[in-house]
């Protein structure tokens, strides 16, 4: 991923409808994630690609964060016009990830 703020290794060519990335670090802590949030403010003002986000810290405060996204393109350019500027403006360290072709999805509805 030339030019991205966030290193990440593929997996092979991205060639997916879907990726899942897989995010962790350490020195992003639970503040800046919540400054991250309302500083992107991707609740209401979705961005565009990103289909699902999760987010939990281990015991010694790292991160670790799964994210579906539509396409690397869509990533790519989600880091690059949202999330990588707001993140530099907290002064959050980049993460380390991975990224995969979606192989299945399945999303389940509780009663």
């Not at 002064?91 to 999805?105: A, W």
Request: hydrophobic fraction near 40%; include cysteine; charge should be neutral.
């Amino acid at each position: 991923m030339r030019g991205c703020w966030l290193q990440l290794s593929t997996n092979r060519r991205m060639n997916a409808l879907e990726i899942i990335a897989t995010l962790t670090g350490q020195g992003f802590t639970k503040d800046m994630y919540q400054s991250l949030r309302q500083g992107v403010n991707w609740d209401a003002q979705p961005v565009e690609g990103w289909l699902a986000h999760a987010v939990y810290f281990d015991d010694s405060g790292g991160i670790h964060m799964t994210n579906m996204w539509r396409s690397i393109d869509h990533m790519q350019n989600g880091f690059a016009t949202r999330l990588g500027p707001v993140m530099r403006q907290i002064g959050i360290p980049p993460p380390h990830g991975e990224v995969h072709e979606t192989f299945n999805l399945s999303v389940f509805q509780t009663n």
